[in-house]
């Protein structure tokens, strides 16, 4: 339609993450706050986030300048006399089956070869920030269904789509746009969360774990170096930040020109509802950026 292809030019913030983690909870919050239910959904509209897992992208159009409330009660009305900052959020599905939909907004494949295709063709839109959504509350490693590995797993995907995203496409000595990274730690409400410090700690670690588990996995494959067919995959290919580093840190992806904050929050439990922190940071973090 007409209206999508003007939202294409907006800037964006693509939203990801594991499921469960409170991406659609977070949409439909930031949609009540900024929004003016000008959901451009191909999903069915949408409702209450609870039971509802999603199998498909909804991209949301929300206005910057629109009044952030931490009152639950507040209704904001962009529309008048705030000026006009529209910008789309991107939700994606979690499933590890349905993450390359969210990938393929950083790093776009070619329907046809699948081979990747350069970011500035049309049909990606201008992603200005992702917000990498985690549930904190079930992230620690002793905890009976610890996240940990899950979440950590789908993000050093996205972090090497964004190096090869920056290691690959430059124009002589020119870059892409650089993409920064919020790591959201999500309900903070409960009280079995991580701080934002420990998760960012609980990440780096199963990160360096996951580096090293795969290059070894390269090793152990018993294919010599030169059978691996020529130029299809270099040396450190799947080697997340500093080639060689010890242990794995975030300010790694600097190299990159990749920007990785962790910030904690919660989607439930602020405005009076209960106990959490809320996510006005996170708010502020996209308006910075859009
Ligand atoms: P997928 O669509 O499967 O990728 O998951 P999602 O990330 O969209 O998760 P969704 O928004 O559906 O939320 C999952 C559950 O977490 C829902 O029951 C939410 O109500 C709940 N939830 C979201 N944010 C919070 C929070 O801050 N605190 C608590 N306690 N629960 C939350
Ligand atoms: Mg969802």
Avoid at 113 to 129: H, W
């Amino acid at each position: 339609s007409g209206s999508s292809s003007k939202n294409a030019s907006l800037p964006s913030i693509l939203l990801a993450g594991p499921s469960g983690a409170g991406k659609t909870a977070l949409l439909t919050l930031f949609e009540k706050r900024a929004g003016r239910s000008t959901s451009t959904s191909t999903d069915e509209k949408t409702e209450p986030a609870k039971t509802h897992t999603s199998q498909t992208p909804v991209s949301t159009k929300l206005n910057a300048a629109a009044p952030f409330s931490s009152s639950s009660t507040s209704v904001s009305s962009p529309s008048d006399n705030q000026p006009k900052r529209n910008f789309l959020l991107i939700d994606t599905p979690g499933h590890p089956k349905l993450r390359s939909t969210a990938l393929s907004h950083l790093l776009p494949l070619d329907p046809k070869s699948g081979r990747p295709l350069p970011p500035s063709s049309k049909s990606s839109q201008p992603i200005k920030g992702v917000i990498f959504l985690l549930d904190a509350s079930t992230l620690s490693p002793s905890s009976p269904d610890s996240s940990l590995s899950q979440a950590a797993t789908y993000l050093y995907d996205l972090l090497l789509s964004l190096q090869h995203r920056y290691s690959r496409y430059t124009k002589g000595s020119k870059h892409p746009p650089s993409i920064p990274v919020l790591i959201a730690a999500n309900k903070l409400d409960l009280f079995t969360a991580l701080p934002a410090t420990l998760v960012k700690k609980e990440l780096e670690a199963e990160l360096g774990r996951i580096r090293v588990s795969r290059s070894k996995g390269l090793l152990d494959s018993g294919v010599k170096e030169e059978d691996v067919t020529a130029g299809e995959k270099e040396e450190g290919d799947d080697w997340l930040g500093e080639y060689g580093s010890e242990s794995f840190e975030f300010r790694q992806m600097v190299e990159f020109d990749i920007e990785v904050e962790v910030m904690g929050g919660s989607v439930l439990g602020n405005g009076g509802e209960g106990e959490g922190p809320g996510c006005e940071g996170w708010w502020k973090w996209v308006v910075e950026r859009v």
